[in-house]
């Protein structure tokens, strides 16, 4: 059974930074696809940044180009998303997403499996 647990989450002023880690299990993250999303209230979920981990490439959101960096540990079979400079706009539940098969995209539904969501909150 794949799990996907975030942690990570909070509150921070405006141009903090936090770090979200999600921890896979059920599911080895060596050759696949994982992506962060997020979902303000009233909004549709949105794909911030998805790692293909077979070739290690990355796709970002323009709004968080330059920002936000998501990396992975295979060892640990955990993914990451380091947020900097953290903005208002920021502010929505953050989930962690898995995905079979080939291909890599921010696409939420290309994703089969997802965490249960970490909340952040940027105050101005």
């Known amino acids: 059974q794949v799990q996907l647990v975030e942690s990570g989450g909070g509150s921070v002023q405006a141009g903090g930074s936090l770090r979200l880690s999600c921890a896979a299990s059920g599911y080895t993250i060596t050759t696949k696809c994982l992506g962060w999303f997020r979902q303000a209230p009233g909004k549709e979920r949105e794909g911030v940044a998805r790692i293909y981990s077979r070739y290690g490439t990355t796709e970002y959101a323009d709004s968080v180009k330059g920002r936000f960096t998501i990396s992975r540990d295979n060892a640990k079979n955990m993914v990451y998303l380091q947020m900097s400079s953290l903005k208002p706009e920021d502010t929505a539940m953050y989930y962690c997403?898995?995905?079979?098969?080939?291909?890599?995209?921010?696409?939420?539904?290309?994703?089969?499996?997802w965490g249960q969501g970490t909340q952040v909150t940027v105050s101005s």
């Open positions: 997403a898995a995905r079979e098969g080939v291909g890599c995209t921010l696409r939420p539904t290309w994703f089969a499996y």
